[in-house]
């Protein structure tokens, strides 16, 4: 699925959040998108999903005009997200929080009488398994340390089998070989999917994206393949300056 | 693994030992006793409504009374209007609760929180000032009087009457333990789980892309029926419908009932409706201010018990 946004525009109070933000990310594509903390990486994903509504711009989803679409419609179109902080069903089993996913999905929860989903069970098995949580199936969301919590939140997402994926921030805090199973997991995505990520380890954007967008202070200041940004002296400005 | 084993077999057992003692009531209990043990069932009925939307899809409604004295009046003025069939008096409450029920949930759900709590709250004063004042409908304060006992087929051949306390008090067991077992499939549904999920995080449902406000509204508008289930009853059992039944005190003792048994199982806000009935009607023949007392127990077990008494076997 493509993902095209246009001239976005948010303002917070007198801040320009984002400031004309134009993107166009292709089927299949996997976009990186960074830049210093406060740049607008988030709200641009908050807009995207529909949180956020634009003072400004459009959102399109294969062409499909997406901009006054809330959050849940245009997940059933196919987009998916992870969140910044864990976003979980806290005190819901890792179980019943990845089978809310796959309902989510297989629809069906508009019935009142309790019904035996092996479909549902069984998808919910391998999903925890192919995440390398199995163990985790009977604990408690809201019980689990940061790195299992960030790799449900994924898993979340992944389950509702999105056309295009929103991560933002997904390796945050994350040890060394949580990263490795984390990027594996990603990269083992169907080539299909669309994959926007928004994440400061840049060793997991480069090893992930195709191309790179970065945002300083909600303007886009470059857009290309990782080594001509990682050469674009504005790019470079952005990050030194800010450190 | 031992406990929960233990859990899992003794709950069933738990729950029919509970009915058995409940049925054998009438054959042994004194008839002021049966007449509190009705009350008690009615209550419970309206509790476990309320637990719905308080324990299941986390919306504290403190306008409950609102859908018990709408089910009442419904149900009052169609056997005031020669209607005499039990199916039709009870449905006739769930129908125009539940209708009721559709646009105070449209216009409470747009907010949640302390907010949700205000909104409901007002509604149901506002429907309580329309039975006070709709005289040509209500009668006002005097309220709607002399409603007789239904009747059900089948029951004059064996020569039961349902103005008599006990088969009357079967009655209200028979509606109470059938809504019980449909709020209980409810609860393990698709749909309750989906409930649970918008209780637990309403922003990443949407994101995964449930209109979760239609699931709110759907909880809201069943449990305003069962609502209006046990209002109908409360009418047949009382044989008048007043203001009081909608006034905001109904919906708090509702509320304490749901806290004090505990939330989330439906067993809960039984017992808890019985605790708080028999606490209400035994400590009023001693203690003028009995209120005094149900807000301390109440106290008591948010500070002690927040998950009720059925948190002492439940450990999960």
Request: proline share 5%; with cysteine; net charge positive.
């Amino acid at each position: 699925m493509e993902l095209a946004v246009s001239g976005l525009t948010v303002h917070f109070g007198a801040v320009a959040a984002l400031d004309r933000v134009d993107l166009e990310v292709g089927p299949g594509e996997r976009r990186g998108l960074i830049g210093p903390n406060g740049a607008g990486k988030t709200t641009l994903l908050n807009v995207i999903a529909g949180e956020l509504r634009p003072a400004a711009g459009s959102v399109r989803l294969d062409g499909r005009d997406a901009t006054s679409l809330p959050p849940w419609r245009r997940a059933r179109l196919g987009l998916g997200r992870t969140f910044q902080r864990s976003t979980l069903f806290g005190q819901l089993t890792v179980a019943e929080n990845v089978a809310l996913a796959v309902r989510a999905r297989i629809r069906g929860s508009w019935r009142f009488w309790p019904a035996r989903e092996r479909i549902v069970t069984d998808e919910v098995e391998r999903r925890l398994d192919a995440a390398g949580i199995p163990h985790l199936a009977r604990r408690r969301a809201a019980t689990l340390g940061h790195g299992e919590q960030r790799i449900l939140e994924i898993e979340l997402a992944l389950t509702a089998a999105p056309s295009v994926l929103l991560l933002d921030e997904p390796m945050a805090g994350l040890s060394g070989a949580e990263r490795q199973s984390a990027l594996k997991r990603l990269l083992g995505l169907p080539g299909e999917v669309t994959l926007v990520i928004v994440e400061h380890d840049l060793d997991a954007v480069f090893a992930l994206a195709e191309r790179i967008s970065v945002l300083d202070h909600g303007v886009k200041i470059a857009d290309g393949a990782p080594n001509a940004v990682r050469a674009d002296p504005r790019v470079q400005e952005a990050y030194l300056g800010s450190i | 693994m031992i406990p929960g084993q233990f859990r899992a077999a003794s709950r069933p057992v738990f729950l029919a030992f509970l009915s058995l003692a409940l049925a054998s009531i009438p054959l042994w209990a004194p008839r002021f006793w049966i007449y509190i043990a009705t009350q008690a069932l009615i209550f419970a009925i309206f509790a476990m409504s309320l637990d719905l939307l308080v324990g299941y899809a986390g919306l504290p409604s403190f306008g409950h009374a609102a859908f018990y004295g709408v089910g009442a009046y419904a149900c009052a003025l169609l056997a005031l209007g020669h209607v005499d069939g039990l199916v039709p008096l009870l449905l006739v409450g769930a129908l125009a609760s539940g209708l009721a029920a559709l646009p105070i949930g449209a216009l409470s759900l747009r907010t949640s929180g302390i907010y949700f709590l205000m909104l409901t709250l007002a509604f149901a004063q506002m429907l309580w000032g329309l039975a006070v004042n709709w005289t040509s409908l209500t009668r006002g304060t005097d309220g709607l009087i002399g409603i007789p006992r239904p009747t059900l087929p089948g029951l004059d051949m064996f020569n039961i009457s349902l103005y008599e306390r006990g088969p009357f008090f079967t009655l209200c067991l028979v509606v109470a333990i059938t809504l019980f077992v449909l709020l209980e499939a409810l609860a393990r549904s698709p749909f309750g789980k989906t409930l649970e999920g918008i209780r637990e995080n309403d922003r990443r449902m949407r994101a995964l892309g449930f209109p979760t406000f239609r699931y709110r509204l759907a909880a809201f508008v069943i449990a305003g029926a069962v609502a209006g289930i046990s209002g109908s009853l409360a009418a047949m059992s009382n044989g008048f419908a007043t203001p009081d039944l909608l006034y905001w005190t109904v919906s708090g003792l509702a509320l304490i009932a749901v806290v004090v048994g505990g939330s989330r199982s439906l067993v809960g806000p039984v017992l808890g409706a019985f605790v708080v009935l028999i606490a209400q009607l035994g400590l009023s023949t001693y203690i003028d201010r009995w209120e005094l007392v149900l807000g301390a127990l109440f106290i008591a077990f948010v500070l002690f018990l927040p998950r009720g008494l059925v948190g002492l076997v439940r450990r999960t």
